[in-house]
């Protein structure tokens, strides 16, 4: 079956840091891949996704690059803020109707 | 647009006690249907999963079970609740379809089970 992996973190950055989570896939074909973020005490949100080799994901600045030759799909954000303060989850579709999630990395920013 | 339901939203429960979490989605038909667990420190780990009406399909054995009486209805069940079964439980949903061509799958707000 298909896994993810990515650093269960906190990751702590001060605001305006550069941001990289990363998160690397094992699957049989070629999978759909994900970014959820989760806010305290909510549920999951999509924040992008790639469904296909060398796409770039992208959505309230962050960014994920679909990377087939080393099977990755790293979230990036240029400059974090206080309000992005959140757990994010790597996910790759696979398998009949299923999607295989990350542990999920807490971030962490300070002002 | 299509909207995801779920409650109770919190629940305390003594263990032996039975469960009843119930998910419902608006807005689409023939939606595949998902129970998800995220305990403290471990992700998300897939429960049940459903592509329609009272067929469900379990990715871990344990006291818990799932039905769909409805189309876009969805119910996560336990008989005799233990302490291990405490976390967070989201319901959610995708479209018709495979999720391997790219479609997405959307979550509930989730709910939080304590078993005490």
């Known amino acids: 079956g298909n896994s993810v992996t990515q650093m269960e973190g906190p990751v702590t950055l001060s605001e305006e840091a550069f941001l990289t989570i990363n998160c690397t896939y094992t699957?049989?074909?070629?999978?759909?891949l994900f970014w959820y973020v989760q806010y305290p005490g909510e549920g999951l949100q999509l924040l992008l996704k790639a469904t296909k080799a060398d796409d770039k994901g992208s959505n309230k600045g962050f960014e994920a690059t679909y990377r087939k030759e080393t099977t990755s799909f790293h979230l990036e954000k240029g400059s974090v803020q206080v309000s992005d303060s959140a757990v994010y989850f790597c996910?790759?579709?696979?398998?009949?109707?299923?999607?295989?999630f990350g542990i999920g990395t807490k971030l962490q920013v300070i002002p | 647009s299509q909207t995801i339901h779920q409650w109770p939203a919190t629940l305390v429960q003594p263990v032996g006690s039975p469960l009843s979490l119930e998910c419902t989605v608006e807005?689409?038909?023939?939606?595949?249907l998902y129970w998800y667990r995220q305990a403290a420190g471990r992700g998300l780990q897939l429960l049940f999963y459903?592509?329609?009406?009272?067929?469900i399909s379990s990715e871990v054995p344990q006291n818990l079970s799932a039905s769909r009486p409805q189309d876009r209805q969805f119910i996560l069940s336990s008989k005799k609740l233990l302490l291990s079964d405490s976390g967070f439980y989201l319901c959610a949903w995708s479209p018709r379809g495979t999720v391997g061509s790219g479609n997405t799958i959307y979550f509930g707000e989730g709910s939080w089970l304590t078993v005490v």
């Open positions: 807005g689409t038909s023939n939606p595949n």
């Open positions: 699957a049989t074909g070629y999978p759909s």
């Open positions: 459903s592509v329609g009406i009272g067929q």
């Open positions: 996910a790759a579709s696979g398998g009949y109707q299923k999607v295989t």
